[in-house]
């Protein structure tokens, strides 16, 4: 593939002195890579596509890295990185010491800080705004807004801001797709069907309609009328709604052609006393034709996540689970933050429409409205990626377990899930879920598990919390009819002299592992699948760790406040001073991108590492002698 041009670029100056067709061809360069790349490797592909008019121009326009360009979600800075000199190094984007999916503040000054998470945009624009001003800098600062965040709540308190304080030389650029990863739901997108509906609106283009026909150009007139009801719905809506919030309107625009957003983004820098909002329409993977019709399917690609083991998702088997409560119950609701694909209750959707809530991406109103629903009579699961989940605790804290709401948490892609990186692992949950009154944590370490931990969670009155992992359970035979377990009750699954692996969800199948690669060398391991974290089956370990003396944790969650943790606070209350303990699970640190298998290895997660950690921790240098 020849990008003779792209390969030219090594810093965005390099954009100032290209042609009107070398910008055309430099876009369809960026396309190639950017679709060659992603296809092969996965990685969000159908947003980036849609952007790289809009990088182009906005590059053009401004001076990075002392202007700030400030993408919410930085998921679609391909193009940006492409242009910013790391051209090279694209082919390892997502990679174990690759580039990041990302904005990576690591990377290139041309990152202003490392973002996964939508919503944020906004508000770190205003105070890279607020620094530039304090310094008394003359430099822009740009929010390139879209791809759904402007669903998030948190967007909205930054306009609020950004228009009581109004910044000097700050610009709004609004990404309209019509999509985050599903199709944008809420008040902004359902505003302008609305008002072009509406009998007064339909009316008053009747009488114009009516007036055009009586006038010498009737018939042209006529057809430019017929166009009215959208055409300028589309124009005097988003005007009148920036304009009262406080801000200047330009647009819409089409985001793919290059002289319109120059000579839009070059208006902009034009002062007027108000910050602009450059209104930019785009569409989701333009330029190439599956991701253009199935934005959806195409906004992160990869390879099936089930592959090669036969087994169903942990997303897919909770969301059956759920419809066969949903099919006995008519009170129980699924909700999601504009999750509905990747937590799987869009297969379900059209089984229980009215049942099946995607609140778009807003985590607090997510909660709040699942306590409102529970406080009604209703039986909500709320099922949102475990890093998202966290936005919303100050929801769970006060507006379920304060409450003693019967409210169910799904979270997600718990632990490590890969090439999305820090801003994406589940690391967190159990330690800022554990320290909550009232609440059950729970984590299966199969399918099976996980089916009855869903019937349990609805039967349970109060709140519930259930942690899954990314991508294919383990193949485990599910049972024909759900059953209650017992809240608190772990299992034996090995009894052993040596010591007492106690690993919680996934990391019970390499407990497994290790414990067979260790009985190889001589050293006889238990294995206890605690289930749940909250209550722990104190009896169960009590019991196993006064057998061997000798325990080892193995959670994916940091070790802060996580799992171990809790094992040692209760051995601790049960003045097992004797006992020595040895946690593993993740650092405390963000874990970079790369493959989860790779990630697991590194941080000693996997069977091989498991057993390394055992034989470190307690047993002599020479193998199979116990310390």
């Known amino acids: 593939m020849a990008t003779p041009l792209l390969d030219a670029i090594d810093s965005p100056d390099d954009l100032k002195g290209l042609s009107d067709r070398e910008l055309e061809q430099l876009a369809e360069e960026v396309r ?152 944008n739901i809420g008040f902004l997108t359902n505003w302008r069907k609305r008002v072009i509906t509406h009998p007064e609106f339909n009316a008053m283009v009747d009488r114009m309609r009516s007036l055009s026909q009586r006038m010498p150009t009737g018939e042209l007139l006529y057809r430019i009328v017929k166009r009215f009801n959208t055409g300028l719905a589309g124009l005097i809506i988003p005007t009148m709604f920036w304009k009262e919030m406080g801000f200047e309107y330009l647009g819409p625009i089409d985001g793919h052609d ?72 008519p009170s129980v609701v699924g909700i999601s933050a504009a999750m509905l694909e990747g937590t799987g209750l869009a297969e379900i959707r059209d089984e229980f429409p009215t049942r099946i809530f995607d609140v778009g991406i807003a985590e607090q109103h997510a909660v709040s409205m699942a306590a409102g629903m529970a406080a009604g009579g209703l039986s909500p699961f709320v099922s949102i990626y475990s890093t998202f989940l966290q936005r919303a605790f100050d929801q769970i804290a006060h507006d379920i377990c304060l409450q003693d709401l019967p409210v169910t948490l799904i979270a997600d892609r718990a632990g490590i899930v890969g090439e999305d990186g820090k801003t994406h692992h589940g690391a967190f949950d159990i330690s800022y879920l554990r320290c909550l009154p009232n609440t059950v944590i729970a984590a299966p370490m199969d399918e099976n598990e996980l089916q009855h931990l869903v019937y349990t969670a609805y039967r349970h009155d109060g709140p519930f919390a259930i942690r899954i992992p990314r991508g294919a359970a383990v193949g485990a035979p599910l049972d024909d009819e759900l059953r209650e377990l017992p809240i608190g009750r772990g299992s034996l699954l090995r009894e052993g002299s040596d010591v007492v692996l106690v690993a919680v969800g996934k990391a019970v199948q390499a407990a497994i592992e290790a414990a067979d690669v260790l009985a190889e060398e001589g050293i006889s391991c238990g ?71 790779a990630q697991r290895h590194r941080l000693q997660l996997d069977a091989e590492g498991i057993a ?16």
Do not use: C
């Open 32 to 183: 190639e890579v950017i679709i060659s790349v992603i296809v092969e490797r996965g990685g969000h592909l159908a947003s980036n596509l849609g952007v790289v008019e809009l990088t182009i121009a906005l590059h053009r326009a401004f001076d990075s890295p002392r202007d700030s360009l400030v993408w919410d979600t930085t998921n679609q800075m391909y193009t940006h990185k492409l242009i910013t000199g790391r051209r090279a190094e694209f082919e390892s984007i997502r990679l174990e010491g690759g580039l990041s999916g990302f904005g990576e503040r690591g990377e290139s000054p041309h990152d202003t800080l490392s973002a996964g998470h939508a919503g944020t945009g906004l508000s770190i624009a205003l105070g890279l705004a607020a620094g530039a001003a304090n310094r008394e800098e003359d430099s822009w600062t740009v929010a390139i807004v879209g791809d759904g965040a402007m669903t998030s709540g948190s967007s909205f308190e930054a306009l609020n801001n950004i228009a009581h304080l109004n910044p000097d030389r700050f610009i709004i650029v609004l990404n309209d797709n019509g999509m985050s990863i599903s199709e």
């Open 258 to 329: 290059l002289e319109q957003l120059d000579l839009t983004i070059r208006q902009a820098r034009n002062p007027t006393g108000t910050v602009p909002v450059v209104h930019v329409v785009t569409h989701k993977g333009h330029g190439y034709e599956p991701a253009e019709s199935n934005p959806v399917q195409f906004h992160q690609p990869s390879s099936p996540l089930g592959a090669g083991t036969g087994a169903p998702t942990y997303s897919k088997v909770f969301a059956q689970t759920l419809a066969r409560v949903m099919g006995e119950d």
């Open 527 to 597: 294995i206890v699948n605690p289930l749940f974290v909250k209550p722990l089956d104190v009896d169960l370990l009590v019991e196993q760790a006064r057998r061997t003396g000798r325990v080892v944790t193995v959670e994916e969650n940091v070790l802060a406040g996580g799992f171990g943790s809790a094992v040692l606070e209760t051995f601790a209350d049960a003045g097992l001073s004797e006992v020595l303990v040895h946690r593993v699970g993740m650092p405390d640190a963000f874990v970079e991108h790369g493959t989860a298998a």
């Open 612 to 627: 390394q950690q055992v034989r470190s921790a307690f047993f002599a240098a020479e193998a199979g002698t116990p310390a």
